[in-house]
């Protein structure tokens, strides 16, 4: 520990659990690990760094919180987030430095108190959870292994593509800014928003048994149905936003349970509506 910073070189083993009330702490000349069982609370740390040096990974097996800035230093500073682990991030995150998100079953956390930008992993995320106040925005494509859940504050993909194999929860905002959404999953997936959930475009390419919608759900643009039923239960799915914007169905298979409202042009027009039973 040198001037209330805490410095640590070579291969090093973290574990226990507590309070890190150091200034800025330095990740220096060999890998470190955050071993499973470690419950490490660093969130008041929001004035301070923990800084990711050039060739330093760190696996996080463990529960670890932070209103740090974390920096690498460099392109090879790397942060990877093991199976079962956590990770909840009260400021900037890895602008520089590589971010292996993939662990099975392990969840990140952006809580910040204001806007923040969502890191780019390198490829995908497993559960991805979205609090505090105020926006956290995409600044590239992503894909979600898991489920999202929006706690509270926006969530605004900011014109890219958000693949998701679990579930969709949203207790907070959702901009939906022209993006895509993907529901790519292999089992069931449910979607809950408080007051219903709008889409620009929605595509359900699931290989399970599908989507369960517990709100309403409007799509502005697109809905394409590639694989999977879409069960609306006593909520209601709609697509266009008037006569001037129908919107555009895409379907290759599956049906939908429940109400299917779709807005069509004056005259004489042809449109589909695949809707079935269970």
């Excluded at 991030?89 to 602008?95: A, P, R, S, T, V």
């Excluded at 590589?98 to 969502?118: P, V």
Aim: hydrophobic share 35%; aromatic share 8%; glycine share 14%.
């Amino acid at each position: 520990i040198r001037d209330r910073n805490l410095i640590l070189s070579g291969t090093n083993t973290i574990s226990g659990t507590g309070v890190i009330n150091a200034g800025d702490i330095d990740l220096i000349a060999g890998n470190k690990t955050i071993a499973a069982g470690t419950n490490l609370d660093n969130s008041a740390a929001s004035l301070s760094n923990i800084n990711i040096y050039p060739g330093v990974t760190v696996r996080n097996d463990g529960i670890f919180i932070t209103g740090a800035t974390v920096t690498g230093l460099d392109a090879t500073s790397t942060w990877i987030q093991g199976d079962g682990s956590s990770l909840k991030i009260g400021n900037d995150f890895l602008i520089n430095g590589i971010l292996d998100a993939a662990g099975t079953g392990n969840t990140i956390e952006y809580f910040r108190d204001g806007i923040a930008s969502i890191k780019t992993a390198a490829g995908a995320y497993y559960n991805l959870n979205i609090s505090g106040s105020d926006t956290k925005a995409l600044t590239a494509n992503i894909d979600i292994n898991g489920s999202l859940n929006i706690n509270s504050g926006n969530f605004d993909p900011a014109g890219f593509s958000v693949n998701i194999a679990g579930d969709w929860i949203n207790n907070g905002g959702f901009t939906e800014n022209g993006c895509s959404v993907i529901l790519d999953g292999t089992g069931e997936q449910t979607l809950y928003v408080i007051g219903g959930e709008t889409f620009y475009n929605l595509q359900l390419n699931n290989t399970g048994a599908g989507l369960i919608s517990l709100e309403n759900i409007s799509v502005t643009n697109s809905l394409i149905m590639t694989s999977g039923n879409i069960e609306m239960g006593a909520y209601r799915i709609t697509l266009g936003t008037g006569m001037s914007n129908v919107g555009t169905l895409i379907h290759t298979s599956g049906y939908i349970t429940g109400e299917f409202e779709r807005w069509h042009t004056p005259g004489p027009e042809q449109y589909y509506f695949p809707v079935g039973c269970s």
